[in-house]
């Protein structure tokens, strides 16, 4: 596939981006994000899925062209090959779920407090979010201070079942922690073992008809972490913030509560529904939200600004970039992730904010970068973050601590602006 061109970026800024005086102002301290070990290209998926499951012609000439269709290259799921797509009993979901989300939570909140370089016992909340709940306590969050030794009065909240704006509902929820205490430090992690919807599909006959929003399930969602520090009145020479969040906002979009469903059977199945007009909803919503909530009063325009939009599909970027007039390579992060990722849910958000906000010297698209998710509801979470561009001998001691850490992570770039029409998706 062809790169897009690079003439896209613009220099980075040659002097240090002074911070603003306001105590009360939210910072991005430290970002991170962390993958299963298990990774497969998306024909292995393809493979497997049809080894697992014997379909009619019909569905099984639909899954050969849905799971190109993606454009998702590769994926990482937590498990070995021959337990994709294999059914499990509850207690093995759930199990399963558990293990694996502390595994890659952990990890990634390990690389955002590496690269925030604070002291972990100043971490003041913790912020926990999933879309892969199950009925588990104590809950994620209070297993995630202990592991990660954080103090035991950490302040906690666990969101669930908020789809793919997890991260950034979180996000902007420990936003409004730390604007209405500079003090605080707020550690927000977010795990999805997302691909777990393959193994507990509804039952299917061998050799009959799969209902293609299933198939679609499987073609797209993979598992992963991301994390983030947020907090105020940063410490000079210990804490380097990688970007001011100036605004954070939230939409119920009226009447598309069934645009979107998720529900559980009472033979452990998990089943996913989606309107297939829900990327035309998205398309239309998001250029308005961004415009008259996230821009409104800024002076800036959406053609100041890099997006970083969770990668839903190839529709779900293409539509509000074409609605607004702006170029894919606006959305280069978000096709990157959707193309070496896969849709990861709400985990997707925080490892995009990762990405974007640690892109090397001379790569660095905008100063300003519009952050949107989008879940079921349907409901969209939006932020305008203004880069802080460090003395670069602050961020190369930055990246030498994430190196000495051992966890920094490599992303391979480029990706096609074709976009294929059939791929038609979704939350």
Same mark, same amino acid.
């Given at each position: 596939?062809?790169? !897009?061109?690079?003439? %896209? ?10 911070? %603003? ?68 009993? =509850? ?5 399963? *779920?558990? $293990? ?34 199950? #009925? ?32 950034? =509902?979180?996000?902007? !929820?420990?936003?409004? #922690?730390?604007?209405?205490? +500079? ?10 073992? =997302? ?12 050799? @009959? ?21 947020? @907090? ?8 380097? +913030? ?25 033979? /452990? $199945? ?30 800036? $325009? %959406? ?21 607004? /007039? %702006? ?13 070496? &990722? @896969? ?10 904010? &990762? ?6 010297? @001379? ?24 880069? *802080? $561009? ?21 992303? +391979? ?15």
């Amino acid at each position: 596939m062809n790169a !897009l061109p690079t003439s %896209v970026f613009l220099a980075a800024p040659t002097v240090p981006t002074p911070l %603003v005086s306001d105590p009360a102002t939210p910072y991005v301290l430290g970002t991170g994000e962390a993958y299963p070990p298990y990774s497969y290209s998306q024909d292995e998926f393809l493979e497997a899925f049809l080894e697992r499951y014997k379909l009619d012609a019909e569905s099984e000439d639909f899954a050969r062209r849905i799971f190109p269709a993606t454009q998702i290259k590769h994926g990482c799921i937590n498990l070995p090959r021959e337990r994709l797509f294999q059914k499990m009993t =509850r207690s093995e979901f759930v199990e399963y *779920i558990q $293990t694996s989300t502390k595994d890659i939570a952990e990890r990634a909140a390990k690389i955002s407090l590496a690269n925030w370089g604070g002291v972990r016992s100043d971490i003041t909340h913790l912020v926990f979010g999933t879309m892969s709940a199950v #009925i588990d306590s104590p809950t994620m969050d209070a297993k995630l201070i202990k592991s990660l030794g954080l103090l035991p009065t950490t302040k906690r909240i666990s969101v669930q079942q908020m789809g793919c704006l997890t991260g950034f =509902r979180c996000l902007s !929820l420990a936003t409004e #922690i730390a604007r209405s205490d +500079p003090k605080a430090r707020v550690l927000v992690v977010v795990a999805d073992i =997302r691909s777990g919807l393959q193994n507990q599909l509804p039952a299917h006959t061998a050799g @009959g008809p799969m209902s293609r929003v299933t198939i679609v399930s499987c073609a797209l969602f993979r598992d992963a972490a991301s994390a983030a520090v947020i @907090g105020g009145s940063p410490h000079m020479g210990r804490e380097v +913030p990688l970007a001011e969040v100036q605004r954070c906002a939230s939409l119920l979009i009226p009447d598309t509560e069934d645009y979107v469903r998720i529900k559980d059977g009472d033979d /452990g $199945t998990i089943s996913w529904y989606n309107k297939k007009e829900l990327p035309d909803v998205v398309s239309a919503g998001v250029p308005t939200f961004v415009t008259d909530t996230l821009l409104q009063g800024t002076g800036l $325009t %959406v053609q100041d600004v890099q997006f970083i939009m969770h990668p839903g599909g190839p529709k779900i970027l293409h539509g509000p970039a074409e609605i607004m /007039g %702006v170029g894919n390579e606006k959305f280069q992060a978000s096709w990157d992730f959707l193309q070496n &990722h @896969g849709n990861t849910s709400g985990s997707s958000n925080l490892a995009l904010l &990762h990405v974007e906000l640690t892109r090397p010297a @001379g790569a660095v698209p905008s100063s300003h970068v519009v952050c949107i998710g989008i879940g079921p509801g349907l409901s969209l979470e939006g932020l305008l973050l203004r880069r *802080i $561009t460090p003395d670069p001998a602050v961020a190369a001691r930055r990246q030498l601590r994430m190196i000495r850490s051992n966890l920094s992570l490599e992303r +391979p770039s480029g990706w096609s602006a074709d976009l294929p029409d059939e791929a038609n998706h979704i939350q």
